[in-house]
DNA sequence: GCTCGCTTGGCCCTTTGGGGCAATAGACAG
DNA sequence: CTGTCTATTGCCCCAAAGGGCCAAGCGAGC
């Protein structure tokens, strides 16, 4: 293992309270408005999450391009519609394709079709300015639980990715056609290999799939695609 | 099998020619314009598809709660936001309990509080009028397709579940254990009888389910919740 | 009382799965 | 060139599953 050269300065107490708080749930707020920001994140803080605020979409992308490491936890985005050079929108479709992390969206101006955009292209929801602070929290709470379902969810598959990835090719395609049913002797035939043979890769295969069990192996197999 | 005493007339032509529109798909449009309500009727007739028109929600409902029997086939509701009585949101909720047709709602002065509703009650789109005619039929394409998927989901599922209710309460544990991956020697000491009885039990429970494979066995019980 | 379906279980045999031990052969890194 | 990894296979043994045949106990319904 090598150490990571971006580490350059002590953890300092600070970084402790961060951490705690970005694992009960992290808010990354974007708006013009620097008022609203520090208010959001005054109501954020105060209920034990951790808040970035950014007063445009360009500062964000740029702090995400230079991908720093963050604490683990849920994250949701909560953005403003109505900004400058890249809106809340135009945020929205650009951070598409990184895709997992849950969007509010929020405006006082905006009409009917630009909310009616902002959930077709996926955000969670699209609040409407003056937004009462327990809409508020209970729109985050929400969001941030659908953020931790997305990487619990995340998590599994890469973790059952690597395992199957840890297979060697021949185990891959044993593991596939137990997992389709396929009785030994029938892959064997199938592959023109000896019985015996299946049987090993077979062993082999769920050893390092870890799980003793066909059904296991099944559900296994069954979560990844 | 006895007759059904509600068919009461013989099956004319244009029965018939309202079968295969209704199976290509079928759009309920609700609006209170009747100009509006012919246009779109044309619209999805010369698509190919069977169009209902009802020119207020109280009408539908009241044509819905006569329970008469409609062709099969997919489905969605295209209705007007702004409606005398009960509204398009207010229909949404309260045909949210039916659940399983796709809502799109259209609106020409509606803002995004409304829109915003739509889309957190479930609603599948939301348009704004006026409403280009490429537009109104893509997102008819892509409910009814939807409305096709949940009807083909919710067929299985019931396929399966009056399978699984045809099995005798015995087999059903026994399904439900094997298919946790319990051998049947444990499932034998679990229950307190003999490994003959349980064999017999997964037998007779593969066989009602018509499935020949372990791995089927956990699929069918898979899909099943 | 009798039949029918559900549950139970014994006996026995075959097929399939699981796994130890030993060995051959090709590919690839050091 | 040598050691390691992977794929392959044979032989043997045991456990588990699949299933035929037969039969008893029991509650529901005729």
Same mark, same amino acid.
Request: charged share 30%; proline share 4%.
């Given at each position: 293992? !090598? ?38 994140? /005054?109501?954020?803080?105060? *209920? ?24 683990? @936890? ?13 809106? @809340? ?32 292209? @996926? /955000? ?16 985050? !709470?929400? /969001? ?26 021949? *185990? ?6 137990? /997992? ?16 015996? !043979? ?14 003793? !069990? ?12």
């Amino acid at each position: 293992m !090598t150490r990571n050269p971006s580490i350059r300065r002590p953890i300092t107490v600070s970084d402790r309270q961060l951490a705690e708080r970005c694992a009960r749930g992290r808010v990354v707020a974007i708006d013009d408005d620097a008022e609203i920001l520090l208010a959001l994140r /005054a109501l954020f803080e105060l *209920e034990g999450y951790a808040c970035e605020t950014y007063d445009s979409a360009v500062v964000l992308l740029q702090a995400l391009s230079e991908n720093r490491p963050v604490f683990p @936890g849920p994250c949701c985005l909560l953005c403003d519609v109505r900004m400058p050079q890249i809106d @809340g929108l135009e945020l929205q479709r650009r951070l598409q394709e990184l895709g997992d992390v849950p969007m509010l969206l929020m405006s006082g101006s905006s009409g009917a079709p630009e909310a009616a955009s902002a959930f077709r292209a @996926g /955000a969670l929801d699209f609040l409407i300015k003056p937004i009462k602070a327990q809409t508020l929290l209970d729109a985050v !709470t929400k /969001a941030l639980a659908v953020s931790a379902q997305r990487q619990q969810q995340r998590a599994r598959r890469e973790e059952l990715a690597a395992r199957f990835n840890s297979l060697t090719e021949r *185990e891959r395609e044993i593991a596939r056609r137990v /997992a389709l049913g396929q009785r030994n002797l029938e892959i064997a035939d199938a592959l023109g290999i000896a019985l015996r !043979t299946v049987k090993r890769h077979r062993q082999q295969a769920m050893e390092k799939l870890e799980v003793d !069990t066909l059904v296991d192996l099944v559900h296994v197999i069954g979560e990844m695609k």
